[in-house]
C-alpha cells in the first residue's frame, strides 16, 4: 500500500512563508498528477495546487493562492513540496497531498499550518 506522509507545517505569521513536503512510499508509475489539498476548521476540503508526477512540468493552481504558493517534484526523492509565501490568515488549514483527483485510500494524516494575524 503506497502511503503518502506530510511534513513541514508550523505557525507562522502573516506575510511568512513555509515549505511542506509529501514523501510517497514508493514510486507509483501510474499516477498522473499529484496535488496539495486543505482544509480549514469547519470547511470542505479544497484543492491548492497540483504537478504532473512525471514528464514535463504541468502545474494548476487555485486562485487563492497563484502567484503566492508553489508547487515543485523531486522524482529521485518521491517527493513534492508547496513553497508558501505571503501567508495569510485565511491559508489556515490542514494541508495534505493526493493523487489529483484525490485518492480516498491515500488521504494521510496532513500537516497543520496556522497563520496568525
Known amino acids: 500500500q503506497v502511503q503518502l506522509v506530510e511534513s513541514g507545517g508550523g505557525l507562522v505569521q502573516a506575510g511568512g512563508s513555509l515549505r511542506l513536503a509529501c514523501t510517497v512510499s514508493?514510486?507509483?508509475?501510474?499516477?498522473?498528477?499529484i496535488g496539495w489539498f486543505r482544509q480549514a476548521p469547519g470547511k470542505e476540503r479544497e484543492f491548492v495546487a497540483t504537478?504532473?508526477?512525471?514528464?514535463?512540468?504541468?502545474?494548476y493552481y487555485a486562485d487563492s493562492v497563484k502567484g503566492r504558493f508553489t508547487i515543485s517534484r523531486d522524482n529521485a526523492k518521491n517527493t513534492v513540496y508547496l513553497q508558501m509565501n505571503s501567508l495569510k490568515p485565511e491559508d489556515t488549514a490542514v494541508y495534505y497531498c493526493?493523487?489529483?483527483?484525490?485518492?480516498?485510500?491515500?488521504w494521510g494524516q496532513g500537516t497543520q499550518v496556522t497563520v496568525s494575524s
Open positions: 504537478v504532473k508526477w512525471s514528464g514535463a512540468d504541468s502545474i
Open positions: 493526493n493523487t489529483h483527483p484525490p485518492e480516498p485510500g491515500y
Open positions: 514508493r514510486r507509483t508509475f501510474s499516477w498522473n498528477y
